[in-house]
């Protein structure tokens, strides 16, 4: 099957100031897929990540939808991308649906305000994450996991087909990272295609059709989540020791002491 | 959730209608609402009218004195509170304001310069508005010189001193201005007083402040999203940095025209936004459209309390602050339930 990539990043080197970030990277994420981006802190996910949003500058060697992500607005990205920044603080206590709607501005125009058909779609994308009950709540005063699924539905309202996810689970509590990345798994099965930062290589085993390993802005290892994640990878990256062990046909990573 | 916007906005504008019909016809010569309804019908429908009504007085009366005070009145209570909503929004930030940014002692300085150099009120105008902009350019560099994060503290701080730095300049303006005559007019201006208005300049004015205000109010979903910060809604598909530019550049407009008009009126940029955000919400969509509405109504019903209460009448801009503090105190108090 001939598939055109929807995003293609093709030697791609970034620094800040004198700190090089990234040593030519050469990665592509086609439609349908789930990859999940592994590695220790500092070794430049984030930054792959904001070059993609075209929040930093590199776009020369990135293309979206076969088109240099230079001749791309924010606007025009947010036609193709949605992304899903860890749950944050916000200063003005906007309620849970203002929040949503918010990921309408995209499709609005200058000066149009959004219409009651982009509520109906924020409510829609409310009740697609299970949290339709939340809806004038004030987003601050949600617990981390809400929030988290508030930004996840805002994503829906934005209505494209590419989700990139910053370290969704970062800072939940253990029930509301499994349930997380049941919705995201849900959301795949649909049709979805997320390109996800995450710390946990077990997380990576149990969602993803890809695991893409970064280690000192290289990628060292991309496949198939059970081909890449293993002992070794996992001792070269993070210098700890975990072994693989199988579970109802599935791959699990266990840490282990020695 | 869009119906609601709209009686509120609707809501605000009957009141404000209210206020204005109030401060048309209550005054030192109170004109009655049956005389007032004569005087229209003869305006307008030429209805012949009884000769005893004075008819000349009453159009000397509310087109000389009232209409273009109260026409005033609205228009900077309206440009302070939508700025105040505006650079709130874009530093995200609740507590800067035209005030506590600089602006009004930017364009002040500006203005006073202008008035020493020219008697061309085009001229202090461009020359308020110029002053106003670097005003604020000047607290956002200081604020970030420091640090490079949106530091709240930083920017008030930064704020702080080119407010000062631009009343000390303002200073050295007075110092060198004619004793006699530019001296006590910049002094009286800068009080803040809504008594001198023609209703030539105040339709003039008009023009470019509502321009701005309405920019505002057409802008503002996206003050929404500018709030969470550059990067979010860089990637939820929004132009950053030229919406923050043209949010500048209308909110300093209209704040400066507004000290060319009538002086230094300090507190409506900070409190009229925080009031509406306790009461009704923070959404921006509704926020700036009314933070217009009831900034408006604020400074009319602060300019009728100022000429009616004593028989003296007290500088506008002097009694905004004796009401805006304690509104200010007590808005802190609640802050932090407002903001979060």
Known sequence: MELEPMIEVKDLHFAYKKHKVLKGIDFSLFRGEVVSLLGPNGCGKSTLIRLILKLLDGEDKIRIAGRSLRTYSHKEIAAHIAYIPQ?????????????????????????????????????????????????????????????QLVLLARAIAQEVNVFIMDEPVNGLDYGN?????????????????????????????????RVVVMDGGKIIADGAPDEVIHSDMIKRVYGINAEIITHDLHKRCVPVFR | MVGKERRYILAGIVILGFLALFSLLWGQYPISLEVFRAYMNNLIFSTPVDASYNLELIHNIITEIR????????????????????FQAMFVNPLVSPGILGVLAGASFGAACG?????????????????????????????????NSRSTVMLVLGGVISGSLFTSLLSVVKYVADPYSTLPAIVYWLMGSLSMAQLDEVLLVAVPILMSIAGMVFMSKYFDLLSLGDEEAKALGVNVGLIRIIAIVLATLASSLAVVMAGIIGWIGLIIPHIIRMAIGPSHKLLVPLSAIVGGAFLLAADAVSRLALSVEIPIGILTSLIGIPIFIIVLKNARAAWN
């Open chain 2, 67 to 86: 209409l273009p005070r109260i026409l005033l009145a609205i228009l900077i209570g309206a440009a302070l509170a939508t700025s105040g909503a505006v």
């Open chain 1, 87 to 147: 749950y944050h603080h916000v200063p003005f206590g906007y309620s849970v649906l203002e929040m949503v709607v918010m990921g309408r501005v995209s499709k609005l125009g200058f000066f149009a305000s959004p219409s009651k058909k982009d509520y109906e779609i924020a409510s829609a994308a409310l009740r697609r994450v299970g949290i339709a009950e939340l809806e004038n709540r004030p987003f601050g005063q949600l617990s981390g996991g809400q929030k």
């Open chain 2, 115 to 147: 008035m020493l150099v020219s008697e061309n009120w085009l001229v202090v105008q461009v020359m308020a508005f110029v002053f106003g902009f670097i005003a604020v350019g000047f607290a956002v560099l200081v604020g970030s010189m420091v640090t």
């Open chain 1, 177 to 209: 990272q499994i349930r997380l990345l049941e919705l995201i798994d849900s959301l795949a099965k649909e049709g979805y295609t997320f390109l996800k930062t995450t710390h946990y290589p077990d997380h990576a085993l149990l969602v993803s059709s």
